[in-house]
């Protein structure tokens, strides 16, 4: 299973970027696609939760982005979106793309199982 991400990049302070993430590949055992999720690690910062989208399609945010960046996925649940509007200097972070992928008998559990490689965003002022 990977996941790669894109559209990172440098854009100023209140600008817009979108980042992609897609999926290739697939566990060897049966799976239930459970959720796909955004994480940021800040410079110097531990990684924290972005946004996530369930497989029953509810979302979550951090308080730090809501308002402001809207997750989305396609229909099949393969990849995962992140708008990212009125960006803030804090928000400079490397993101990753993250998913849950959990066997028929374990279940889903609400922890991702596998990590994207990080996309560099850098907010300018």
């Known amino acids: 299973v990977q996941l790669m991400e894109s559209g990172g990049g440098s854009v100023q302070a209140g600008g817009s970027l979108k980042l992609s993430c897609a999926r290739s590949?697939?566990?060897?055992?049966?799976?239930?696609?459970?959720?796909m999720a955004w994480y940021r690690r800040p410079p110097g910062k531990e990684r924290e939760l972005v946004s996530s989208?369930?497989?029953?399609?509810?979302?979550t945010y951090a308080d730090s982005v809501k308002g402001r960046f809207t997750v989305s996925r396609d229909n099949a649940g393969d990849s995962v979106f992140l708008q990212m509007n009125s960006l803030k200097t804090e928000d400079t972070a490397v993101y990753y793309c993250?998913?849950?992928?959990?066997?028929?008998?374990?279940?889903?559990?609400?922890?991702?199982?596998?990590w994207g490689q990080g996309t560099q965003v850098t907010v300018s002022s």
């Open positions: 590949g697939s566990p060897s055992y049966s799976f239930i696609r459970c959720g």
């Open positions: 993250a998913a849950e992928l959990r066997s028929l008998q374990e279940g889903c559990i609400g922890k991702p199982d596998y």
């Open positions: 989208i369930r497989v029953d399609g509810t979302t």
